[in-house]
Nanobody, 124 residues
Framework: VQLQACGGGLVQAGGTLRLSCAAS????????MGWFRQAPGKERELVSA????????YYEDSVKGRFTISRDNAKNTVYLQMNSLKPEDTAVYYC??????????????????WGQGTEVTVSS
């Protein structure tokens, strides 16, 4: 399984970014997908997840109402639209996927395939 994330960058507070993650190596549409982030000195956390068909989503409390996860199974790609960015959103963002097929996997420990990370920096 290969995951390739992109779309990070430097943005001012209140700005927007859209992250993309292209997947290959297996049938993308059968698996949940997630976005994690790791800020300097902090543990990696699950920011958002989406089930195989986009019908179920999860958001960490601090990003609810600002971030939107979506997927295009025809393009084997998952997205994270990030609006109203805050300095505390600064982190390296990773897309990830579990190994198990299920309707929706929200347990972050099941996400074992990782992309290389894309850096998001939000200036105040």
């Amino acid at each position: 399984v290969q995951l390739q994330a992109c779309g990070g960058g430097l943005v001012q507070a209140g700005g927007t970014l859209r992250l993309s993650c292209a997947a290959s190596g297996r049938t993308f549409s059968r698996y949940s997908m997630g976005w994690f982030r790791q800020a300097p000195g902090k543990e990696r956390e699950l920011v958002s997840a989406i089930n195989w068909n986009g019908g179920s989503t999860y958001y960490e409390d601090s990003v609810k109402g600002r971030f939107t996860i979506s997927r295009d199974n025809a393009k084997n790609t998952v997205y994270l639209q990030m609006n109203s960015l805050k300095p505390e959103d600064t982190a390296v963002y990773y897309c990830a996927s579990p190994d198990r097929i299920s309707d929706f996997i929200e347990d972050p420990y099941e996400y074992i395939y990782w992309g290389q990370g894309t850096e998001v920096t939000v200036s105040s």
